[in-house]
Structures are given as C-alpha cells and as structure tokens.
C-alpha cells in the first residue's frame, strides 16, 4: 500500500536507553522529516533529509540521531533517552521544493513515545 | 517570540455556526502558507494550501492570507461534528515549514 508508516506506534522505555523509531515511505519522495509534537509546542522540526545520504538538523536535534541509506527509510534513533524526549513523534515526507503542487507534507500515523 | 503564534484554543461552537481560526507570523521570508487537519491520535493531513495574499475558497473552507499584516485565518462555514479535530497552520519558505501550536476545535451537535 502506498503511503507512510511509522513503527512502533506505541513505545514505552528507560531513561537512558537507546530506542529507534522508524519510518517507511513509499511515494518515493526525496525529502522526508521528523517532527515532535508537545502540548503548547505544536509541531517541531527534528531532522530533515533531502535524499538520500543528506540530513539537517532542525530546531531540536540535541539528542537525536538520524540516517537516510536508502530513500524510502528515515530511522530515528534516541541514543540515551531522557524524560524530556518522552512525546509524540511524526514522520513526514514531501516532493523537492521545485515539484511540489501543494506545498504540503504527508505525515505518518505517529508513534506515541513514553521515557520512564 | 515564536515565528508563527496560534491561539490554541480550545474552541467549542454548536453545529452550523462559522468558525474562525487564525494565526500570525514574523518571518516576511514565508511565501507558501497552510492549514492542516489532525484528528485524535492521527497525523496532521493537509486541509488547505494558498500562495501570496488573498482568499480561496474549498467548499466550506476559506483560507485567507494578509501579508502585510502577516496573519492568516481558516473559516469553516455551516461546521460539522465532523469538523472536531485540532487544526494547525504551517507556513514556510523554500526550506522547512513552520508550524502553530494548533487550535483545538469541537462542534457541538
């Protein structure tokens, strides 16, 4: 099926681990983002990926990592997860700039992630 | 100050009445600007989409963009149970978009 996935949608982990969320696109869009969403912060930019073997970091990459091997994959990994990353993360993708009718981004289901 | 300031509600009306959202900005860089749609525990999707000031007009929906005064407004006409869900504005230039806080719209059956 065409579209975004994001797994898991539910995670619930220790402060302090390492937890990768996931994130599969299959429209073959060249850019693709994370993006966390908090109470009163509304949606916040993580990292962005042009293409493949491309990221940039967003407003809020302290703690995060990401990589992009292969176009359809954008993985975000939490290398030692704090309390203050617990949120609800969105995967979104979208055409180059240049290709773009709408200008709007295709976002993903979420995964809900609770750090303990 | 943030780039882009939504009052976030929440925003309880009673079926058919006329809602009005809106959001304002500080960045004259943004050029393309948006309305997106989230219902619970789904991801935002996109509701409207506008270039350079003015109105246009889907259905029940009417977006509008002043930019000399950097505020853009959502009206949903004869509003619908349906139409309960957060609604964020986004904006963005030629890179990465801006989002508000979302507004948290129920109607009232």
């Known amino acids: 099926d065409a579209g975004i996935t994001q797994s898991p949608r539910y995670k619930i982990t220790e402060t302090g681990r390492q937890v990768t969320l996931m994130c599969h696109q299959t429209?073959?869009?060249?850019?693709m983002f994370w993006y966390r969403q908090d109470l009163g912060h509304g949606l916040r930019l993580i990292y962005y990926?042009?293409?493949?073997?491309?990221?940039d970091k967003g407003e809020v990459p302290d703690g995060y990592v990401v990589s992009r091997s292969k176009t359809e994959n954008f993985p975000l990994t939490l290398e030692s997860a704090t309390r203050s990353q617990t949120s609800v993360y969105f995967c979104?993708?979208?055409?180059?700039?240049?290709?773009?009718?709408?200008?709007?981004?295709?976002f993903g289901s979420g995964t809900r992630l609770t750090v303990v | 100050q943030k780039e882009v300031e939504q009052d976030p509600g929440p925003l309880s009306v009673p079926e058919g009445a006329i809602v009005s959202l809106n959001c304002t900005y500080s960045?004259?860089?943004?050029?393309?600007f948006m309305w997106y749609r989230q219902y619970s525990r789904k991801g935002p999707e996109l509701l409207m989409y506008t270039y350079s000031s003015g109105n246009k007009e889907d259905g029940r929906f009417t977006a509008q963009v002043d930019k000399s005064s950097k505020y853009i407004s959502l009206f949903i006409r004869d509003s619908q149970p349906s139409d309960s869900a957060t609604y964020l504005c986004a904006m963005s230039g030629r890179d990465d978009m801006r989002f508000g806080a979302g507004t948290r719209l129920t109607v009232k059956p």
């Open positions: 960045n004259s860089a943004f050029q393309y």
């Open positions: 979104a993708s979208s055409r180059p700039v240049w290709a773009r009718t709408d200008y709007g981004y295709t």
């Open positions: 990926s042009a293409a493949a073997d491309i990221t």
């Open positions: 429209w073959s869009h060249s850019y």
